[in-house]
C-alpha cells in the first residue's frame, strides 16, 4: 500500500485536529483578491462584486472511488480537486477556490497525508485557485475526501446543461475512454503483482491511459478557449461519467434529441489498441467509461466556423426535436437508443 | 439501530446516483434571489453583488462525530446543517445556501436517506438557506454527510477570530455544557438498553440536554440582535469544541490574553443536575464539552452598556495584554492556565 511506503511515520494522534489542518496547510498560497480571508476562522470570506460565483461539490470515498494500491495519495489528491475544478469550467465559470474535508482512519500516517496535500497544493497552483477552508476528521474505515469548489463567471458567460436546441452541433474537447482503459490496465497489473511481487511489467506502451486514469486534467484551457473564439455554448456539462450519461443529461434538461456518430468519437490510439488488447469494444468503453473529465457542449451552428479548425473539438453528432430520441448512429449507419450505463457509485461498489 | 424501524425498506441500489439525490432534494425550495441556479447542474451559481461571502465545511463521520444507536436520522440531518451554519453566523453573517455530500453503505434503505433529508429540509426552512448542491455516493463503511454552507454578509460587518483588544470584555451566548451532558445521558442509556431492551427510563428530567444534544439550534438570532443593538464584536467563533479551546483561539489569534471568571460560566440548572449525578465538575463540563454551538464574542467596553440588560449575554471575563497569559479565574479567586482539552477527534474515537 503506497501510505506505508514512507520511512518516517508520524502518528496522526500526535496532533489535535485544528494543529493537523494548519499543519497541512501553512504553506499554501492566497492568489485571488476575491479571497479576503483563506483558512484560520470560522469560514472563508469570498468577494466577488458583481459576478456570479459557482458552486460544486464532489465526495471521493477510498474502495469505491479510488484503490490506493495503485493510485498514489499525490495522485489522489491532485485529482480530487481537478474532478471538482471540472465542474466549474463546465459552468463556462474560472475556478477560485476549493475547501477540502478529509476524513481519514489511524492505519494513515502524517506522512501519508501529507502526500496528499502536495497533490491538492500541485493542483492549487497549476490551476490558480486559493484553499480557503477545510477539516480534518477520523474516519472508522479508510480515506474519504470531500472538496467543494468555487468559481466566478460573468451573468451572460453562465452556460447551463439545459440550453441546447434542436440543430445544434454536438462537441466534445479531446478523446474519450482513455481514464477507463488506464483503470483496466491497474486492475490488471494489480492482479499480476498479487500473485508475483517481482513481475516487471513494460508499462510505457499505457502511459498515456494511466495518466488519464491517475492524474486527469480539467479542460480550464478550454474555458478561455471559448473567449478567444467568441463562442458561447448553448450547453455544457463535463464527462465524468461516460459520454452516454452526459449527453442524456443535456437532452433531457434541454428537451431535445439528439444523433450521435460513432464514427465520429475521438478516441486515442493508445485506447484503441488497449481496446483490442483486452477484447472490449473501444465505443462502448467511450460511452460508458467516464472520468475523462473532458467537457461536452453544444453550439448553434452559426459558430461552427469559430471551431471547426481546432485540434481540441471533435463535432460528434447533433441535436434533434425531442420526439425524435437519443441515438447512435453507428459505423453501419443503424441507429440505436442511447442509454446511460455509466459507472455507477451505488450499484457498482468496485 | 434507527434505520431499521421503517417498515418499508427500498435498497439504495435501486437508484442511481443522478435519480437519488434529485429524488431526495426535488422537493426542497429556493426563496433567495442570491441563488440563480441550485441542484441539477454541474455546480450551483450565486450572485452575491456587492456582498462579501463566508463558506465553511464540515465532515460527520459515524462513528466518530455521532453514533445512530441513539441520533435519530432526522435530528443527523438536522445537526449537520446546524454545526455548519453555525460556522457561518460566527462570521456575522446570514447564512444563504448549503451543499450536503452523503455517503452510505449498503446497509441504509431509501427510508433511512429519506429521514436523513428530511432533516436536512427542516433546518433549511427553519434557517431559511436554499440547498444547491450536493452528491450522494456509497460508502464501504456506515454514514459520512460532508455540509458546506455558504452566506453573505456586508463587507464593514464581517467579525474575525482575530480583532479582540486588551479590555475587550469577553461574552457568550446561551449557557454551556448541555450538549455534552446530554451525550453521557444517551451514552447511559444505550448501556442501559444493551442489558435490559425493556427498560423504560423517565427521560422528562433530561429533555433540555438531550435537546441540546439531539437537536442543536445556531444562534441566527444573535446576528441580527448586533444588528438591532447596534454592536459590532471584535472577534467572535462559535463554541464547537468547549469553551476552553474557543477562548484559547480568540486569545491567540488576536494576541491577546485573558482572564474568564468561573463564577460567571452560564449554566442551565439541568446541566448542574446532572453533572451532579454523574460526578463531574460543571466548570470542567462547560469548559471542554463542546457542541453547544453558543456564540463566544468580544465587545469593547463602550458597547458593555448595549448588552448588558440582554439575557441572552452572559460577561464572563476580559482580554488582557498577551503576556499576561490566558486563565481561569476560580471561585476561590486563584488563577489557573487556561488548556484546550476539548473533543478532539483525532484522539477520542468515541
Known amino acids: ?160 446543461r439545459n440550453g441546447a436546441k434542436p440543430n445544434d452541433l454536438l462537441v466534445v474537447t479531446g478523446d474519450l475512454g482513455g481514464a477507463y482503459m488506464g483503470l483496466q490496465v491497474l486492475e490488471r497489473e494489480k492482479q499480476v503483482f498479487l500473485v508475483n511481487p517481482n513481475s516487471q511489467p513494460d508499462m510505457e506502451p499505457y502511459a498515456y491511459i494511466m495518466e488519464r486514469q491517475l492524474k486527469p486534467e480539467a479542460r480550464k484551457d478550454i474555458v478561455k478557449l471559448f473567449k478567444d473564439l467568441d463562442v458561447k455554448p448553448t450547453s455544457m456539462i ?27 468519437i475521438p478516441l486515442d490510439p493508445t485506447v484503441i489498441t488497449a481496446c483490442e488488447e483486452f477484447n472490449i469494444d473501444s465505443t462502448t468503453v467511450a460511452l460508458n467509461g467516464g472520468e475523462d473529465y473532458e467537457l461536452l457542449f453544444t453550439i448553434s451552428q452559426e459558430d461552427y466556423n469559430k471551431i471547426k479548425a481546432n485540434p481540441n473539438f471533435s463535432v460528434i453528432g447533433y441535436m434533434t426535436e425531442p420526439h425524435v430520441g437519443m441515438h447512435l448512429v453507428t459505423r453501419a449507419e443503424t441507429k440505436i437508443p442511447l442509454k446511460a450505463q455509466g459507472w455507477n457509485a451505488l450499484n457498482n461498489q468496485e
Open 1 to 160: 500500500m503506497i501510505e506505508d511506503k514512507n520511512q518516517q511515520r508520524t502518528s496522526l494522534s500526535d496532533f489535535g485536529e485544528f494543529k493537523l489542518i494548519d499543519h497541512l496547510t501553512s504553506h499554501f498560497d492566497i492568489s485571488h483578491t476575491s479571497t479576503v480571508k483563506g483558512i484560520g476562522d470560522d469560514a472563508a470570506v469570498l468577494d466577488f462584486k458583481d459576478k456570479q460565483i459557482v458552486v460544486t461539490t464532489d465526495f471521493l470515498v477510498e474502495g469505491v472511488h479510488f484503490d490506493l494500491s495503485y493510485m498514489p495519495l499525490k495522485h489522489l489528491g491532485y485529482k480530487a480537486v481537478i474532478v471538482n475544478l471540472s465542474d466549474v469550467f463546465a459552468m463556462n465559470a474560472n475556478a477560485t477556490q476549493i475547501t477540502v474535508s478529509v476524513a481519514v482512519s489511524n492505519r494513515f500516517s502524517l506522512e501519508a497525508l501529507e502526500e496528499l496535500y502536495a497533490g491538492i497544493e500541485t493542483a492549487a497552483k497549476i490551476y490558480n485557485i486559493d484553499v480557503v477552508g477545510g477539516d480534518t476528521t477520523s474516519s472508522t474505515s479508510g480515506l474519504l475526501i470531500s472538496v467543494t469548489a468555487i468559481g466566478e463567471v460573468e451573468k451572460e458567460d453562465v452556460v447551463y
Open 238 to 264: 463535463d464527462v465524468s461519467d461516460g459520454l452516454s450519461s452526459e449527453i442524456i443529461h443535456l437532452c433531457k434538461q434541454s428537451n431535445v434529441g439528439c444523433d450521435l456518430y460513432e464514427n465520429k
